[in-house]
């Protein structure tokens, strides 16, 4: 695949990309970092992968689809290793950043954040998101549950579960 063919592959799933890197770090210019070193990871370690993509003209419409979700996952993958690490870092900092109306939200550790973006903003499956984390199941299931319940917690304080 020539470098033009891969770049018009993942255009559309940009704003995505932002979408989850904003998830993880709520600074516009962490989060856009993160999009560009989770690109040049993905670039380099799944050189190979990208390489042996069949033409952009070659490809069907439902193989088209199929390869950009096939692209977004790895590039989720290496996301969530730098996001997770880099949102752990920079915690003080986004305790200033972070939009008020979604402070429930940016509380939460940022794995769990991650998981449940991975879930309810995306719409990953349980095996997709152990796939894309390389967690177990039951550590996903975990995390979602957890998340939804101190998200609801704190939403209705009085409410019990």
Known sequence: MKRMDFYQLIK??????????????????????????????????????????????DLSKKELQLKRRQCFKGMLKYMSEIGVRRASQLKGQMLQARPAEFDLFYKLEPKVRLVIALRYDFLFTVEEIEDILSIPRYEVIEKIHNGRFLLMNDMNPGLSL
């Open 12 to 57: 559309p799933l940009t704003d995505k990309f932002y979408r989850m890197a904003f998830n993880l770090i709520p600074d516009d210019l962490q989060a856009e970092q993160l999009v560009v070193d989770s690109l040049n990871a993905y670039l380099i370690k799944e050189k190979k992968f990208i390489l042996n993509l069949p033409e952009f003209s």
